[in-house]
């Protein structure tokens, strides 16, 4: 049996190791356009700035390594311009000598990936606009600031590439602009949960620019304006491009094969296409989510590793299959972690699900522990209180508690799950009770025990709908002095059961303290007594506060 | 309703709270015999080392704060002498004033919690051999060290207090022999993952005495000799006593409540005891096993809480129930982190269970991200796949991956389930595939696909038995020659293809390299060249040469 793939970084290379494991005689080649193999994409950014120090790291494997281990053989610099699926054959080009020959197959992979999108706008094939996907573009970075010493950057995009390389370049002393598109950063988040991302990339004397495109890149030779389309204009010594990847599927495009969501090759289970003997994998494939079964394409390394592994295990006869994503993700800016996974709020509420939401503010461990606090923001369904998704922003130990809630999530947990975890307690690791299960103690209230939560957003919505709500800051006289959420009053939590008298049962009560817990402690004594409808601010004063701009 | 409750640590203070939050018309009482309420327990060895510097941080919330917050009236130093259950009375002694008096309850918590054991030889009671339970005796401690200056200690026992209290005396500048009555320290886990331990507690010049007992603490009027049953003799300025504790259960006993493990109260999952209206919580009741449902006292601050919360919600008409416990426990000593969770292979064995078990040695992070190589010691059932426990040793991300077995050992996971987890990777948190995916990889290569793991152990007693075992070093030459496995071969990995045709099909083969990785790969080539039958072993040369004392 002859076992080709095409692409050699993540998911080709997995799939041909795979496959070798499982079967000694089969012969397995692997053909790549690029000059590198089998990198690691995600270490780009700490590659430019210089938490990498030696490019090996980047690159562990090279061809002798695949021959030496795995006989496999791996061609570099060769484009697979065609396949011909009737006679299964490949027309492949050798980049370095444009010799063009054939190349039969029994089983094909295409491991193809994807490539950054180059929006179609002046300058943006300037010999300074770059787009970091490969250890080359890294190189021409780096050598790039080597050379010209820059002092300035405009990174376009504020996903993970460019966020990562904002800190980055920040590192190596150039100042940032960031510019978005969108209204808020990280697209992957809820705008209620990129503000705090907002809030401490200003703390980090980051450039904000939101809501705004880039018009025109301008310069005589090397770009040094950026023109926005509101008519602003930004001096740089260099331009990031990082605002997405396209799918490379021309060619399984140009073989018949179906394509899905955002282009991506449509796959079943096995990572089988529609045409016998042609599987693919990595960032050139369709995903699908855990949650809902529904296509998904989320390009990411560690789902390309999986992909490529079932796909080598159904290559020689295997029987792994892919069983979906939840869209995990995690990125970290200066000392901030960023993570989420499964739906958020937005994207629970347009497939349909009827949402509760929390912010749960927590430390992730003691004070005296250095603890530092982060805020977990759990969507769950209010239906079946199984949970959606969660998106965490903090400082340690974020990476933690997304990975417990994505085991969780994956086992269909619900929100009332949580709390009964026996997750590992000492004062260097965690809190008596964990952030974790707070979060499920908090939706659990919420779903299943009348402690109903309002955001700050519902809030505001309530109130410009005209309803009449008593808003009660249940925290200390000095805290209400220094800022508090308009027309609240000042109830503190000590004072409320002598004052419950002075309250009218049948208005809209909205009770918050800081974070939430003060505020829950009045809302049930709200609710104990009697009071109809009684909602706590989720999140508190701190979330509330954290949403104005 | 009149509750009263004895015990205002973790399980008494958290069910008065959660009463209280469900119930506002309640009376709530709490009865005390200690001076400090409410401790941090598990902070009590930082405190010693200093980590924690204010001592009100161990009590943040004394009887005001209850009173203010909760309504709860919290009585200190009183003894609650009998429980009478016809009429629904304590007596109760004021241990300041000796006042007996009598206090009637609707429903009555039992939280006394439980007290270190104090063995019965000569010299226990002296006042320089101390017992770490509760504030003063912190107190104690510090006000010692503080006045005599001591330059040694002699710490009895290996558990965490044991060994947390070794780390904090020695960066105390004192010198720490520590005292095992069994041939491994941390009994929690299996022997071969003390081993690591042993060596990191050596490796930091702690003194350690394995398989010996204190016949005798002697001195004048302190101890200054620890006297072994092995004859031998430890100078000391002072011992620390931290053999276990034993629960608080005379006063239930006494009133004809049921007790079970280890002389714990018996609960139903409603935290009723076998008397009406009265419940029991914290670390004076009984617990049992997520995974057999058999009983299980395991006492730690995170269950006493969640017990706590539980018993509050069900004597105010709450639908909680205890879910049981896995029995994690996690602890720092110096840099090193150590978890379990679930069942032990040893506790697996004597259960019945037919197990597989797996050394999966991975750095938590990538290299250039200053990642830090771990142990994951995974014992799965070998019939069902199902993960039965998991036992960590390593520096960095060790809490994380416990708290994700932990996880997904709760909802039942099976070892094949690991590798599907969409967990959050980005290079400054993990891996492409994250240490708990590759120990699901391994075990289910193990169980399902005839990749048979061999432990060091198990390989020792193969050969001892007299089996006749070909074993293969498939390292490079330079490493077999520093090190092997007794009686190995040395044909590294890249030449095996070659030299296949020299080896016996029949013949039992044991591969290994440094961890595991590459003796699998050639295991899978042996097989797929017709080999009969081919261990690989578990944790390779690594895990071989830490079972070497």
Redesign the interface.
Known sequence: MKIVIIGAV?GGTSAAAKA??????AEIKIYDMDYDISY?G??LP?YIGE????RD?LTPRNAAFFK??Y?VDVFRRHEVLKINTENKVLTIKNLDTDDVFDESYDKLVIATGAKPIVPNIEGAEKSNVFYLRNVRQADKIKEYILSHKPKSAVIVGTG?IGL?MTENLKKLGIEVTLVERLNQVTPGLDSDMAAYVEKYLKSKDINLILGDSVAALKGETLVNEVALESGKVLNTDFVIMSIGVKTNTELARNAGIDLGAKGSIRVNTKMMTNIEDIYACGDCTESFS?INKKPLYRP????A??MG?IAGDQLTGGNLEF?G????????VFDM?V?Q?GLTEKEAQSEGFDTVVCHNIKPDK????HGKEMVIKAVADKNTGKLLGVQIVGYTGV??R???F???I????KAE?L????????????T???P?MYTGMILDNAINRGRELITPKELNGLRKAGNDVTVIDTRVSRQYEEAHVENAINIP??QV?NKIDELDKEKVVVTYCNKGVTG??VQ??LI??GFKKVYNISGGHKNYKAQTK
Chains 1, 2 share one sequence.
């Open positions: 993540a070798r494991r499982n079967d000694e005689d690691s995600c270490g700490y938490e990498i120090q030696d790291e030496k281990k006989n993970f990562e855990v990411l390394g560690s789902t590793n999986k592994r069983r994503i939840l869209g995990t993700g995690i990125f970290k972690a993570a996974t003691p004070a005296y522990y990476d933690k997304i990975d417990v994505v085991t969780a994956t086992f269909g947990a799950d709390f009964h975890l026996d997750l590992a307690y000492a004062p260097p690791f965690s008596t009770k964990d974790v939590h000590a059961r829950n402690a049930n004594i104990n007594n």
